[in-house]
């Protein structure tokens, strides 16, 4: 069995790897660690058998004690039991055994049900007297028969406990014994006797109902009776506690879950309408403390969530008791709907044809919603557009306008413009408000004292907050944003029809003018609003990630600038999960600034500058790739839309843009005039260039490359130009031009074209084009150019024909050349204009001041006044002589402008007249401008500034900068006896003379935009003979002046001015 071989000790283990202490060391613990685990799944083993075990013993115990406790009152029951102690034994041990699954037992319990109901009045009075026994023992009988209920599949299982139910729940049964009574009712609404009531309502009434307060059956009658039993009796009592409870419970169990047929069709029109009142107010009371848990109601949720179902019973009930309401009472009310407005799903009544977003700013998943889901929005902003709930509003806001009535009121609006997508125009309460000029006022005053209390004890506003970019916490959100959105929101709306003169407050006499605010009160407005856009696009487009240390978070949480939660390491969405909410605050703010700042160009109303941020640093001098030509990087996109900005990757043809080229985009697009013109007019010309670059290259600079070359008429320069440089012969004018003119006897005139020919043919171009004389254009009272409506019948294509001026006047801007073409104000703003060209009555007053004036005045009549004038939706078109009758509307010949319908006439009229009678017109002369710039670029600029871009501006000629960047030719240096003289004379010239000197040398009057290094070819003093007799001449194609060598000052002086107050320029050369 064993072998000896005369070893007597045992050999080591021989481990090839060689000695190793630390695999020794780790073998011992694997080893070790193993055994504990080992040892402890024994252990656990032991626990969980003996758990069994006892989960075993009792439930074989619990099963023979019922079984036993089932023999015991089957044997009580067949004696018969006629007195108290024995119905008590009874029930003692039916409520031990009672199974809700077991057949038998809901036998057992019909039959006690029937003995007890023969024998009520002495149970009744047995219960009373036992104490709490008793109370305990009817209380667990009546929860069996709640049970059992739910489990009830015919009339005779379902008759006895529903009548256990009506007889001991009833006031009429313990009319002395109110508190018993609700300490019955208290311990069935613990446990879930609503739910229990919901599913016996689901089950026993029939589907496919026709809304109807009225009981379908007697089954239908007996249940909503028992539903609403504890609600009046809650009432009856008059104990808030006791209400509380029954009135949550009953919220949570009937009124939060989705609707079912039989509640939405028969339990909420019941309730609303049933003969008992429902208690509306001590329902707004306990919603009003939603966050207070309901004991012990559901093991699920002890607080109410709101739900869309909830805030649809709330608008049921409020629909019939509003108009009764006391003010406090209604003001309780607004605060619950602002609460559970926002649950309606977002979107959920958002229309197609509403226009007021842009659909291109929604990044919201398709969410599917139901039509029981639908059905309920639609039942809530009815009655939210009602007049009576708009009365209601009005009302509380007249007696107390509170900030805490501010907010809710706000929160409404803010969700249902914000989450539903509701226009103002589409809503009666929006509306209502927009115009209610004590709301606005109150309401900005509001969002100005919105404010944190810092940790020195001092107070920072929530609007300064954000006017510095600074984050806040979710709680300061809600606080401010719904304020300042439906402030802006509902101003803005107002703006929209509010006439130039209510808005400048010219007509004192008006007293119905919905302009809540002074011109003094808009200045500061126009500043905080502002910079408040400024600190929004900070927040949006954050520089760097913060990385910040626990004590540094902090520090700022007591400060009051940020909630520390909000600086999560963890959560790296945290910079952009708010960009939604900054995006629609920033569209709304931004629109507003925008509509502020266009009246401010029409008519100044703020300090020069004022629009001016220091705060923002753009330079078209610093290296971007907001400029490169290719792609439409420079353009204006929805705000928010650039997900994850430091990273996006706006165009494929280039890198993405860095944080701060976005932010400065964003500037540029939305609120360029926080940028001082100057810069703006840099970064165009640099879009400009850069465009230029990709197209003409480098080798123009050498007369060689792809160009444009075209010989042209003197003396039919229009005919010409508009036949060779139509889009089917040069598609891209983007392209070096040259051009060589020929005189009217045919022959090419002498010259090569290295620029200042075509600088030349251009200028005469436009002058020949937008001479009135031509037809294309008209002259305003001011002399200012716009489209002409009767050319249409002067020219068969005549939209062409605005397409190619439209395509010149691009030319001139890009080849940066200034034409002194002067163009009404709302030509140029239709130019602007991102809505079609399309402009509202606010602009009739640069075509017509006459008819706007008397527009207005129309206004201000009233009805017989109007009557009288005879007016209706007409307007006489007079074409060359042959005068037509047009329809302002359908049918308009026949319908007569009264005191109802005159502010839409002044509309339809002021429409005809600047936008569809041109409406063609403009869109092919935009349409060829945008050919050769892009119109985004230009939207940098107001419509003055635009003027100015086209024609320079009209300031003071600054002769030191002509002098300091003038050139000399043919003998003359800055230094000889002559050019010193010139600049004498031509310092001491008016301001008149400077601008005919400029005219005289470079056909233009007004000096570059950027100064004189821009001129090209720059200003040049040209030696013109030595004959003293001789007059100055000029070349405009070359921006030249040849000045005769003048040895005397005073003569310099006479022929010089005599030279430019000829109006002669390149003719006298």
């Given amino acids: 069995m064993y072998s000896f071989e005369g070893d007597f000790r045992r050999k080591p283990v021989q481990s090839l790897r060689g000695a190793s202490k630390k695999e020794q060391t780790d073998s011992l613990l694997t080893r070790a660690k193993a055994e504990r685990e080992r040892r402890e799944e024994i252990r656990q083993r032991h626990s969980s058998s003996l758990k069994i075990q006892s989960a075993y013993r009792g439930h074989v115990v619990r099963k023979r004690q019922r079984e036993i406790l089932r023999d015991e009152y089957d044997k009580l029951m067949s004696r018969g039991v006629a007195d108290p102690a024995s119905i008590f034994n009874a029930i003692r041990r039916l409520c031990y055994f009672y199974r809700t699954d077991s057949g038998k037992d809901q036998d057992r319990l019909i039959q006690l049900c029937q003995t007890v109901i023969k024998q009520k009045d002495m149970i009744k009075s047995s219960v009373t007297q036992s104490g709490k026994s008793g109370v305990f023992l009817l209380q667990h009988l009546l929860l069996l028969c709640l049970k059992n209920l739910q489990n009830a599949s015919d009339t005779r299982s379902w008759g006895p406990p529903m009548r256990m139910l009506e007889i001991f729940t009833s006031v009429d049964t313990f009319k002395d014994k109110k508190k018993l009574l609700g300490n019955i009712w208290i311990f069935l609404i613990k446990k879930e006797y609503f739910g229990s009531m919901r599913h016996l309502l689901e089950a026993k009434v029939p589907q496919s109902l026709d809304k109807s307060p009225t009981p379908p059956t007697p089954q239908a009658?007996?249940?909503?009776?028992?539903?609403?039993?504890?609600?009046?009796?809650?009432?009856?009592?008059?104990?808030?506690?006791?209400?509380?409870?029954?009135?949550?419970?009953?919220?949570?169990?009937?009124?939060?879950?989705?609707?079912?047929e039989q509640v939405e069709q028969f339990l909420i029109p019941a309730m609303v309408y049933s003969k008992f009142p429902f208690p509306f107010v001590e329902l707004i009371q306990s919603l009003l403390q939603q966050t207070s848990p309901i004991p012990n109601t559901s093991k699920r949720s002890n607080v109410i969530e709101p739900s869309p179902w909830l805030l649809g019973s709330v608008i049921a009930f409020a629909d019939k008791n509003i108009e009764s309401l006391s003010v406090s009472d209604a003001a309780d009310f607004l605060s619950v709907l602002k609460t559970l407005l926002p649950h309606l799903p977002a979107g959920v009544l958002e229309s197609n044809n509403d226009s007021d977003s842009d659909s291109s700013d929604e990044e919201d998943s398709v969410v599917m919603i139901s039509k029981e889901l639908r059905e309920v929005a639609e039942e809530c902003v009815k009655f939210l557009n009602s007049q009576k709930f708009v009365r209601c509003v009005v009302k509380c806001l007249n007696q107390e306008m509170d900030a805490h009535l501010l907010s809710s009121v706000c929160l409404i609006c803010h969700s249902l413009m914000l989450q539903q997508h509701i226009s103002i125009h589409r809503l009666r309460l929006l509306y209502s408000l927009a115009f209610n000029t004590k709301f606005m006022k109150a309401l900005w005053i509001t969002c100005t004292r919105v404010s944190n209390t810092t940790v020195t004890g001092s107070q920072i506003t929530l609007l300064q907050t954000l006017s510095r970019g600074l984050e806040m916490s979710d709680e300061d959100m809600q606080r401010i944003v719904p304020l300042l959105s439906v402030f802006c929101s509902m101003f803005s709306h107002s703006l929209y029809t509010l006439h130039d003169a209510d808005f400048y407050g010219d007509m004192k006499s008006s007293k119905d003018s919905s302009m809540p605010f002074s011109l003094r009160e808009l200045v500061p407005m126009v500043l905080m609003l502002r910079d408040t856009c400024l600190g929004i696009i900070e927040l949006a487009h954050p520089e760097t990630q913060r990385s910040l240390t626990e004590d540094y978070r902090e520090a700022l949480r007591r400060t009051a600038m940020k909630d520390p939660r909000d600086w999560s390491v963890n959560n790296k969405e945290t910079p952009y999960r708010h960009t939604k909410t900054w995006a629609y605050l920033f569209k709304v703010i931004a629109t507003l600034v925008r509509q502020l700042y266009t009246r401010d160009s029409r008519r100044r109303f703020c300090p020069p500058n004022s629009w001016l941020s220091d705060r923002v640093q753009i330079h078209a001098d610093k290296p971007s790739q907001m400029y490169r030509a290719r792609g439409s990087v420079f353009c204006r996109r929805p705000f928010g839309t650039m997900r994850h900005l430091t990273k996006v990757q706006i165009d494929d043809d280039g890198p993405p843009l860095s944080n701060?080229?976005?932010?400065?985009?964003?500037?540029?697009?939305?609120?360029?005039?926080?940028?001082?013109?100057?810069?703006?007019?840099?970064?165009?010309?640099?879009?400009?260039?850069?465009?230029?670059?990709?197209?003409?290259g480098d080798a123009h600079n050498f007369l060689?490359?792809?160009?444009?070359?075209?010989?042209?008429?003197?003396?039919?320069?229009?005919?010409?130009?508009?036949?060779?440089?139509?889009?089917?012969?040069?598609?891209?004018?983007?392209?070096?031009?040259?051009?060589?003119?020929?005189?009217?006897?045919?022959l090419d005139e002498a010259g090569i074209d290295g620029g200042g020919i075509f600088r030349e043919f251009l200028s005469e171009l436009l002058k020949t084009g937008f001479d009135p004389n031509r037809g294309l254009f008209l002259m305003t009272t001011d002399r200012l150019l716009y489209p002409n409506p009767q050319s249409v019948s002067l020219m068969?294509?005549?939209?062409?024909?605005?397409?190619?001026?439209?395509?010149?006047?691009?030319?001139?801007?890009?080849?940066?050349?200034?034409?002194?073409?002067?163009?009404?104000?709302?030509?140029?703003?239709?130019?602007?204009?991102?809505?079609?060209g399309d402009l509202d009555i606010h602009h009739l007053a640069s075509l017509d001041p006459e008819m706007y004036r008397n527009l207005l005045s129309l206004k201000t009549l009233n009805g017989k006044e109007v009557e009288d004038l005879g007016l209706n939706f007409t307007t006489v078109d007079d074409n060359f002589g042959i005068r037509k009758e047009v329809d302002l509307k359908y049918n308009g010949r026949n319908i007569t402008v009264t005191e109802a319908n005159k502010i839409e006439y002044i509309h339809l009229m002021a429409d005809y007249k600047i936008n569809k009678q041109i409406r063609t017109h403009c869109t092919a002369f935009r349409q060829g401008m945008a050919d050769l710039i892009n119109l985004e670029w230009l939207r940098m600029f107001d419509h003055h500034e635009l003027q100015t871009l086209i024609s320079g501006a009209m300031i003071p000629v600054?002769?030191?900068?002509?002098?300091?960047?003038?050139?000399?030719?043919?003998?003359?240096?800055?230094?000889?006896?002559?050019?010193?003289?010139?600049?004498?004379?031509?310092?001491?010239?008016?301001?008149?003379?400077?601008?005919?000197?400029?005219?005289?040398?470079?056909?233009?009057?007004?000096?570059?935009?950027?100064?004189?290094?821009?001129?090209?070819?720059?200003?040049?003093?040209h030696f013109g003979g030595n004959e003293e007799d001789r007059l100055p001449t000029a070349s405009t194609c070359m921006n030249l002046l040849k000045l005769p060598?003048?040895?005397?000052?005073?003569?310099?002086?006479?022929?010089?001015?005599?030279?430019?107050?000829?109006?002669?320029?390149?003719?006298?050369?």
């Fill in 704 to 746: 060689s490359g792809p160009s444009i070359n075209v010989s042209i008429r003197r003396n039919y320069i229009y005919e010409d130009a508009y036949d060779k440089l139509s889009p089917e012969n040069e598609p891209n004018l983007k392209l070096k031009m040259r051009v060589q003119l020929m005189n009217a006897a045919g």
């Fill in 221 to 260: 009658e007996s249940i909503f009776n028992m539903i609403i039993s504890p609600i009046q009796f809650a009432v009856m009592s008059k104990d808030k506690e006791f209400s509380d409870l029954v009135l949550k419970s009953a919220c949570f169990y009937l009124f939060c879950p989705a609707y079912s």
């Fill in 958 to 1021: 600054n002769i030191q900068d002509l002098k300091q960047h003038t050139h000399y030719s043919g003998g003359y240096t800055i230094n000889h006896p002559v050019i010193q003289n010139f600049w004498d004379v031509v310092e001491n010239f008016t301001d008149t003379q400077k601008r005919q000197l400029l005219k005289f040398v470079t056909s233009c009057s007004r000096p570059p935009l950027l100064g004189f290094k821009d001129l090209f070819p720059a200003f040049c003093v």
């Fill in 1045 to 1069: 060598e003048f040895h005397d000052k005073e003569t310099l002086r006479t022929k010089l001015t005599y030279a430019i107050e000829s109006g002669a320029g390149f003719e006298l050369s």
């Fill in 796 to 836: 068969e294509k005549y939209t062409k024909h605005y397409y190619f001026l439209g395509r010149m006047l691009g030319k001139a801007i890009y080849e940066n050349m200034l034409v002194e073409i002067p163009f009404a104000t709302f030509f140029l703003s239709k130019i602007l204009s991102r809505h079609g």
């Fill in 660 to 696: 701060t080229d976005v932010k400065n985009l964003v500037i540029l697009t939305e609120l360029p005039f926080v940028v001082s013109f100057e810069e703006r007019v840099k970064i165009l010309q640099k879009l400009i260039q850069n465009d230029k670059d990709e197209n003409q």
